[in-house]
């Protein structure tokens, strides 16, 4: 699920890649608004809402729930706070490597020499990932796949060389 808002240009602005399994929209258990926020399977999906006061029960029964997720608030605040690094302190083929790295983790299905991301992601989703245009993520792509890192498969990534897909990362 692709959790995003319309910026002021009418660009779509990614806030999060929510995994299978995962918990969103729980920001509304702080009373915050969660108007302008919009949800998009990337995948077949099913969705269950819970209402506030249900949640707010479930926590008072079992504290467990409560704590799993502190921890996944806590986690997203490091991976916001990891995100916004990149924004301000790396070229765009730096941050594309970032995010295609990312991918890998959450959702990468290994084979004997490299790493696909199964789900199909367009340029324009992975620009609003990264905080960029469309274009100027085809044009990262176009180095990615130079230096051998990446390349396309059926419309799908494939990661040829994690080493070298780490060190555009970490360049700036």
Known sequence: MQLYEIGDGGDEITLSVVEDGNVFGEMALTGQSLSGIYVRALTPSTVASLRREDVEDLILKKPEVGLRLVRELAERLRDSEARYADLVGKDVPAR?????????????????????????????????????????????????????????????????DLDALKDMAEAS
């Open 96 to 160: 594309l490597a970032t995010q295609i790295l990312t991918l890998v983790d959450s959702e990468g299905v290994v084979s004997s020499e490299s790493y696909r991301i199964p789900t199909h992601y367009t340029h324009e989703q992975l620009g609003s990932m990264i905080g960029c245009k469309r274009v100027a993520v085809t044009r990262a792509f176009r180095k990615l796949e130079e230096s051998g890192a990446v390349v396309l498969k059926d419309r799908r990534i494939v990661v040829k």
